[in-house]
């Protein structure tokens, strides 16, 4: 089967939930003040900063290195991600991918437990909270929300339809960290207790890349969660 020749995931630049679930954490609160749809989540002023670093960096890779199309989650924190690095590349002369969005690769959706914290869901629903406990991380499934093996099978069909459609071609996803976890699984094989042992020692950090690059008709893993430096 035809690949693409390049794929690489990025991570979003920081956003508010990320710095508000950090701050409640080494607080020990459980209250964090953000509300609405984890969808509308914005960027946090650094993770805008962060998405610039990252198109100025872009901007000065050479042409067979840029992505020549972009497929980004339609949550907020990533199109804005992206929206951030094409403008800054364009604004560098440089003429950014041609995006879409794929509503296959949003983040792990968590049900009636979006935005909660582990100290908000074991307050507010400490059976969830037990059951979590017992079934593990990846194959727990939050009321109305999804196991890690419901986010890979739609991560999978996307990755299809990339290789279909842009076949040769060197493709960026702009995603989430669910989404990188979810492509290693599906192109590695690998488990999701192996995946949590690489993600104890390297996680994955805001506006970092995971690249994968076409040898001998498949895609091997070139670099994992690395967050190019400052041009």
Avoid: K
Wanted: glycine share 6%; charged share 25%.
């Amino acid at each position: 089967m035809d690949t693409v020749a390049e794929l690489t995931i990025v991570r979003h630049g920081q956003s508010v939930a990320n710095v508000a679930f950090a701050e409640a954490h080494a607080r020990g609160v459980a209250a964090h003040g953000l509300t609405g749809r984890d969808a509308d989540i914005p960027l946090s002023p650094l993770g805008w900063r962060q998405a610039t670093r990252l198109g100025r960096w872009l901007a000065t890779q050479p042409a067979d290195q840029r992505p020549d199309h972009v497929v980004c989650s339609p949550y907020r924190r990533a199109r804005q991600t992206w929206d951030r690095v094409a403008d800054t590349v364009a604004a560098l002369g440089v003429t950014p991918a041609p995006a879409d969005l794929d509503e296959r690769l949003v983040d792990r959706l968590m049900g009636d437990l979006e935005l909660l914290t582990p100290l908000m869901i074991a307050e507010r629903f400490p059976a969830e909270a037990a059951r979590l406990a017992a079934d593990g991380l990846y194959a727990y499934r939050p009321p109305g929300g999804e196991t890690f093996d419901d986010v890979t099978a739609r991560v999978r069909a996307a990755l299809a339809d990339l290789h279909r459609h842009h076949a040769g071609g060197r493709v960026w996803v702009v995603a989430h960290d669910a989404v990188v976890v979810a492509v290693r699984h599906v192109l590695e094989d690998l488990s999701f207790t192996e995946l949590d042992a690489v993600l104890a020692t390297t996680p994955i950090a805001n506006t970092s890349l995971t690249r994968y690059a076409r040898t001998r008709g498949r895609l091997d893993l070139v670099e994992f969660a690395v967050v190019p430096p400052s041009p």
